[in-house]
């Protein structure tokens, strides 16, 4: 049973940091993408970062380059997501999923939802002003 388990969300100031992870079980995620939505009260899911776990390829939207960073672990089989300079407009719950990719597609994520095999249960991140 594939199982992705969030933590590391809470409360913090403008300007802080926070370090999300995702402990990933139940299967082999070689030949999966990896990622972070975010889903603000009355908003859509947004995708936030992605990462292809065999080669470690990377996306971030627009507006979090520069401040975050998704990585994975193989070893420990985690998917995390370092956030700094954290903003009140990043106050969202954040959710782990991951999305079935073979290692030979030419695109490596994707932005839509619907598409994810595999979700966590979301971790509430707030950002304060």
């Known amino acids: 049973q594939v199982q992705l388990v969030e933590s590391g969300g809470g409360l913090v100031q403008a300007g802080d940091s926070l370090r999300l992870s995702c402990a990933v079980s139940g299967r082999t995620f070689n030949s999966y993408t990896m990622a972070w939505f975010r889903q603000a009260p009355g908003k859509e899911r947004d995708l936030v970062a992605a990462i292809r776990w065999f080669n470690g390829n990377t996306y971030y939207t627009d507006s979090v380059k520069g401040r975050f960073t998704i990585s994975r672990d193989n070893a420990k089989d985690t998917c995390d997501l370092q956030m700094n300079s954290l903003k009140p407009e990043d106050t969202a719950v954040y959710y782990c999923?991951?999305?079935?990719?073979?290692?030979?597609?030419?695109?490596?994520?994707?932005?839509?939802?619907?598409?994810?095999?595999?979700w966590g249960q979301g971790t509430q991140v707030t950002v304060s002003s």
């Open positions: 999923a991951a999305d079935h990719r073979p290692t030979y597609s030419t695109t490596f994520y994707s932005s839509r939802a619907y598409e994810y095999d595999y």
